[in-house]
């Protein structure tokens, strides 16, 4: 089993910056990908960002340019930063590992990210 805490998320004017934290705990090193998905009241829950073991890395169109994707040097730790941000990233942010030969899933509990003057 894999459990990830989150944190990080608050309120932030227009073109402000966060940057949200994720510890994985459990079997840490069974986890091959790390991730951050949002979902926004009445949306579905997207993919944000996406970073595997090797380093490969994925962004959602919508945040290239304006969101990084890293892990910390134990690989146990993910963290989004994000830059530039307006109302259209506010969203409960949740961060996602994906873990083991069956590629089973654990989810964070979300923290709540509003861009809002």
């Known amino acids: 089993q894999v459990q990830l805490v989150a944190s990080g998320g608050g309120l932030v004017q227009p073109g402000g910056s966060l940057r949200l934290s994720c510890a994985a705990s459990?079997?840490?090193?069974?986890?091959?990908?790390m991730g951050w998905y949002r979902q926004a009241p009445g949306k579905q829950r997207d993919l944000v960002a996406s970073?595997?073991?090797?380093?490969?890395?994925n962004y959602q169109d919508s945040v290239k340019g304006r969101f990084t994707i890293s892990r910390g040097n134990a690989k146990n730790t993910v963290y989004l930063q994000m830059n530039s941000l307006n109302p259209e990233d506010t969203a409960v942010y949740y961060c996602?590992?994906?873990?083991?030969?069956?590629?089973?899933?654990?989810w964070g509990q979300g923290t709540q990210v509003t861009v809002s003057l």
């Open positions: 459990g079997r840490i090193f069974s986890i091959n990908v």
């Open positions: 970073i595997t073991n090797s380093g490969l890395i």
């Open positions: 996602n590992a994906r873990y083991g030969s069956g590629w089973s899933e654990a």
